[in-house]
């Protein structure tokens, strides 16, 4: 009888080694499911952030263009245009300035606003996505105005000028692709 309970402990043994196998099998692929679900989840999040991030570069470019106007104004050296700008024409018009303060300066704080509320989001801050958003239709629609002056009331193109409102309108492309985006990865 011996030899019996060697034999039934045996088979309790292999069968203790299969289930634990069979157990440790079950929370492996458990396992490697969670770890795709959160490999997914990082990427989904990742390619987000790739949007703001892809707007604090375009901000900078809007901001650097709208320092270089200001400079030039301050020094009151011509701003170097091609053969079919006029761009004295238009940075010394009228509606040049506001109060005495050039445009650029207030293009400078848009673009740096802009630039700041994108980095902010690309660390994960909604909000300030939301808020960049709204400060980028803001800029998209004063821009609309300015290039509306140029071509029909000035009658003259800076190069500098049109570069900005190209900066801007690719600021909204981003902004509303970003809202696009969001809703169809929603549904």
């Not at 929370?27 to 795709?36: A, T």
């Not at 703001?52 to 701003?79: K, N, R």
């Not at 761009?87 to 802009?114: D, M, N, Q, R």
Request: a positive charge.
């Amino acid at each position: 009888m011996p030899n019996c309970k060697n034999r039934n402990s045996k088979k309790d043994f292999r069968f203790q080694i299969s289930n634990s196998r069979l157990a440790s099998s079950l929370n492996l692929e458990s396992g490697i499911w969670n770890l795709k679900s959160e490999i997914m989840e990082t990427t989904q999040q990742n390619s987000i952030a790739k949007l703001p991030l892809l707007a604090s570069i375009v901000a900078l470019g809007g901001l650097a263009d709208a320092v270089y106007l200001t400079i030039h104004h301050y020094t009151a050296a011509p701003v170097p245009c091609g053969e079919a700008f006029d761009c004295g024409a238009v940075l010394t018009s009228s509606y040049a300035e506001i109060g005495g303060i050039p445009l650029a300066i207030f293009g400078a704080l848009a673009y740096f606003t802009a630039f700041s509320l994108a980095i902010l989001a690309v660390f994960g801050n909604r909000l300030m996505w939301r808020l960049f958003g709204v400060q980028v239709l803001l800029m998209a629609c004063f821009t609309a105005w300015l290039v509306y002056l140029q071509a029909f009331v000035i009658k003259a193109y800076c190069q500098f000028c049109l570069i900005s409102a190209a900066v801007t309108l690719t600021l909204f492309f981003i902004a509303l692709i970003s809202k696009f985006w969001k809703s169809e990865q929603s549904a």
